[in-house]
């Protein structure tokens, strides 16, 4: 499989990574990126920017070193209920809106409590992906969480850092993620969780898996632009103009 959108990427806004949107732009055209996603860590992460960050991104160009950039967020899950913090009227504004369980910030608790939660994300319909779900720490159930997913049209985030050690324990489970995806029809997005600008639409050990498992690519948002912007469209965000000739 091929990807041509990294929708997880973080620039030294977010406290502990260390590249910044110049630097990361770059590497997603040397990569043969079409498009990737700014996604740093929303407020309530220690050293996260204030969320003026996320006001003003529509000052960004559309194209930076002939990549499309999309204005996003790595929201954080706070509590049960299922809200994540940044206001409402700034995540209407950008184009992608993860939401992901943080250790710092979210106490794990009990797969019951953990699935609760994330169904209550999902059912928001303030997200368009949950972010790095193999973390071990937050257990859920696999099988409710995707399926309510599938159903409210919010994608899977399979995360190469994931993949790679930054979560311990992550591998099995995020291909029993993906198997829950497509047995229930769920769609993914792929995520490098970059934190330097060399990781920057490094899909390695997401291409694997998914080769593992068979996944479809017809489940896959990321496979081509197009496909990817008409995600949104269905999402019922505006059509961005700029990208109209992908």
Same mark, same amino acid.
């Given at each position: 499989m091929q990807f041509v959108i990294d929708t997880h990427t973080h620039t030294i806004s977010s406290g502990h990574a260390y590249s910044t949107l110049l630097?990361?732009?770059q590497a997603a055209a040397q990569k043969g990126l079409a498009l990737f996603c700014t996604t740093d860590h929303a407020p *309530?992460?220690?050293?996260s920017p204030h969320f003026w960050h996320f006001a003003n991104q529509r000052i960004l160009p559309r194209f930076l070193h002939g990549v499309g950039i999309l204005r996003g967020v790595e929201a954080n899950i706070l509590n049960l209920v299922g809200d994540i913090d940044l206001d409402q009227r700034i995540t209407e504004q950008l184009d992608w809106v993860i939401a992901s369980f943080h250790e710092p910030v979210y106490r794990p608790a009990d797969s019951r409590a953990h699935t609760q939660t994330l169904v209550n994300v999902i059912r928001s319909q303030r997200v368009h992906a949950l972010g790095h779900l193999g973390n071990p720490n937050f257990d859920f159930d696999f099988e409710t969480v995707i399926s309510e997913a599938a159903r409210h049209n919010v994608v899977i985030e399979i995360n190469n850092s994931s993949l790679s050690g930054s979560r311990k324990g992550s591998e099995s489970r995020c291909e029993e993620i993906a198997a829950f995806a497509k047995e229930c029809g769920a769609r /993914?997005? *792929?995520g490098s969780d970059a934190h330097f600008a060399y990781d920057v639409g490094n899909f390695n050990q997401v291409g694997q898996l998914l080769e593992k498992v068979a996944f479809p690519l017809d489940q896959v948002i990321t496979h081509h632009p197009r496909v990817f912007l008409n995600f949104l469209?269905?999402?019922? #965000? #505006?059509? /961005?103009t700029e990208f109209s000739a992908l």
């Open positions: 630097e990361n732009a *309530t992460m220690p050293g /993914i997005t *792929t469209e269905d999402r019922g #965000q #505006q059509k /961005i």
